[in-house]
């Protein structure tokens, strides 16, 4: 069994910061990337940041400079800091665990959270 779980979203005023929580819950061998993405209405799903297992980090340029990617291989967790957030943020922000052996099945599988909601008041 394995489960993507996020928490961490809220509501929260222009300027300021939340950090979204991500745990993959199972019997877990590998990740090879684990990533976050939203869903803004009207807008198609975006990858905002990612981490690999290496340490090697990406993120949208949309949220350089404001958004940081922490990734905790120990702990299977990806968390991600958002600050000086702005209203175009306003999304279901959702975990994605890529490249996921487990006990229960050893091909690399993609895994996705159920989305916490972050809403950025003007």
């Known amino acids: 069994q394995v489960q993507v779980v996020e928490s961490g979203g809220g509501l929260v005023q222009a300027g300021g910061s939340l950090r979204l929580s991500c745990v993959v819950h199972?019997?877990?061998?590998?990740?090879?990337?684990m990533n976050w993405y939203r869903k803004a209405p009207g807008k198609q799903r975006e990858l905002v940041a990612g981490a690999n297992s290496d340490g090697r980090t990406r993120y949208s340029d949309s949220v350089k400079g404001r958004f940081s990617i922490f990734r905790d291989n120990a702990k299977n967790t990806v968390d991600l800091q958002m600050n000086s957030l702005k209203p175009e943020d306003t999304a279901v922000y959702y975990c994605?665990?890529?490249?996921?052996?487990?006990?229960?099945?050893?091909?690399?599988?993609?895994?996705w959270g159920g989305g916490t909601q972050v809403t950025v008041s003007s």
């Open positions: 994605n665990a890529d490249g996921v052996v487990s006990d229960s099945y050893s091909i690399g599988t993609m895994y």
């Open positions: 199972g019997n877990i061998r590998r990740i090879d990337d």
